[in-house]
């Protein structure tokens, strides 16, 4: 029996779980984390505040389990990033969060390079991805130091050693996707090419060990939070698809080992390395999910999430909605779009809002989907889905209706540190196969369309329409 501490260090809490192959998940421990929101598309979080929080987190869980443990992982936000002292570990700049759009004038400076980056990365060129926040941190914050992501800074503290996982790498720009190693002559173009970089391991490696949580025990299963939840939900197969309903919204499709370009604006990245072989992924987000849910509690619409399915409306009559709080992804890729609300009358009430702000984030999922069913030559048939709003029935049954796919909603609240923990307990034992680290699972519910497809596509239609009118505007700002 293999017993692991996962741990999943995200945008707005660290959560931490002990799990084992025979009794499941043990034992579990939350620390809520608050970003700093600051003008100008500034997102920023403490780093003390990150690493005190993994320690907390996975000591109470280990508290709570009771029980000695074998091995480490951990999920990581993917495209954070900080600098910090390589020989003290001090942090010498606050985390610049995957939100903060702050390096869009780097972008823009590099914008006659879009075409040759996208062919070498399989990402687009967009303040989101680590590079840019990288070198806008360094030209405006420090010089200092070593400026990574905080996967590598939080293994350095509980480790010593300096590497990060092949999927995190792959979400920087400065990343040769075919060759899966770091490409200097981007990392120039970033004026990056004089920083050390770290390892790049794969993430069923073991790393190191640490103390951190008791007795001396192996690190391993490192890798992106998104990533993570594809492994967890079993999307080990090419052509399969899951979306995390989070902080944002994140959909996954794994490509096999083929590193597929995508002709729609989605981004390729590296699902995970294991077993000496790498997988990639499509993937595309939406920005604002829960924060936009979060948007609607702080203008006093709701009390919390809890209250959705309860306050919103069977019908929006007519409102909808644009949920762009932080811009738009892909396929718009307009960091500076903004959000809209349409439709509104003197009739329109809380209850409609609500439903628009939810079906808004559920069109542009919908739009996710369709993409990625255009760069695999085949549409989804079903979507795997996870994250706390999946409790919404109200959101993913406008999902289902939208997307005019099945969604089936995984049993399990923790996807992430679940998929880290796989590939850890297959770094330490390595006659287990992914496949048997994972397991079988049965959808907790599912959701079937239940609007017409000629209704779905009257919806998707002006949705669209309403969404480029945001990132034409954004372009215009």
């Known amino acids: 029996m293999t017993t692991i501490l996962a741990i999943d260090q995200g945008t707005s809490g660290t959560k931490a779980i002990v799990v084992d192959a025979e009794d499941g998940t043990v034992a579990i421990a939350e620390e809520t984390i608050r970003p700093t929101y600051l003008p100008g598309g500034g997102v920023e979080q403490n780093p003390h505040e990150l690493l005190d929080s993994v320690l907390t987190a996975g000591r109470r869980a280990m508290s709570m389990a009771g029980r000695p443990i074998d091995g480490v992982a951990l999920a990581n936000q993917g495209e954070t990033v900080l600098a910090w002292d390589e020989a003290t570990g001090t942090p010498l700049s606050p985390a610049i969060v995957w939100q903060d759009s702050r390096a869009e004038s780097i972008c823009a400076e590099l914008a006659e390079h879009r075409e040759a980056i996208a062919q070498r990365t399989g990402l687009v060129l967009d303040p989101y991805f680590s590079a840019p926040k990288m070198a806008w941190l360094r030209r405006n914050l420090t010089r200092d130091g070593v400026v990574t992501t905080t996967d590598t800074w939080l293994v350095h503290h509980l480790t010593g050693e300096f590497v990060t996982d092949a999927s995190t790498a792959s979400r920087s720009l400065i990343f040769d996707l075919d060759g899966a190693a770091w490409d200097g002559h981007l990392a120039d173009l970033f004026s990056l090419g004089d920083e050390r970089l770290p390892r790049i391991v794969g993430s069923d490696e073991v790393v190191g060990t640490t103390r951190a949580?008791?007795?001396?025990?192996?690190?391993?299963?490192?890798?992106?939070?998104?990533?993570?939840?594809?492994?967890?939900?079993?999307?080990?197969?090419?052509?399969?698809?899951?979306?995390?309903?989070?902080?944002?919204?994140?959909?996954?499709?794994?490509?096999?080992?083929?590193?597929?370009?995508?002709?729609?604006?989605?981004?390729?990245?590296?699902a995970w390395q294991a077993a000496g072989q790498t997988r990639y992924c499509l993937d595309g987000q939406v920005y604002t999910v829960a924060s936009a849910v979060r948007w609607l509690q702080d203008l006093g619409l709701l009390r919390s999430a809890t209250d959705l399915d309860a306050l919103a409306a069977e019908d929006s009559e007519g409102v909808m909605c644009v949920p762009a709080f932080a811009g738009l992804a892909a396929p718009w890729w307009a960091s500076e779009a903004t959000a809209s609300l349409t439709g509104l009358t003197l009739s329109t009430r809380r209850e409609h809002l609500i439903l628009a702000v939810l079906q808004g984030i559920a069109a542009q999922v919908t739009e996710l989907t369709a993409l990625v069913g255009r760069d695999l030559d085949r549409p989804l048939n079903r979507l795997r889905a996870d994250g706390g709003l999946t409790n919404s029935a109200a959101l993913m049954q406008a999902q289902a209706d939208i997307a005019q796919l099945p969604v089936d909603i995984y049993p399990n609240a923790h996807a992430t540190p679940l998929g880290a923990a796989a590939l850890a307990r297959c770094a330490l034992d390595p006659a287990v196969s992914l496949e048997e680290a994972v397991g079988h699972w049965q959808p907790s519910a599912v959701y079937e369309p239940r609007w017409s497809e000629d209704r779905a596509q009257e919806f998707r239609t002006t949705w669209a329409q309403a969404a480029a009118a945001c990132a034409t505007k954004g372009d215009h700002s």
Do not use: H, M
């Open 213 to 270: 949580f008791g007795q001396e025990t192996p690190v391993a299963g490192l890798i992106v939070d998104q990533q993570a939840a594809l492994v967890a939900e079993a999307c080990l197969e090419q052509g399969t698809a899951k979306c995390t309903y989070g902080t944002g919204a994140f959909l996954l499709a794994n490509t096999g080992p083929i590193p597929v370009r995508s002709s729609a604006g989605l981004t390729t990245s590296v």
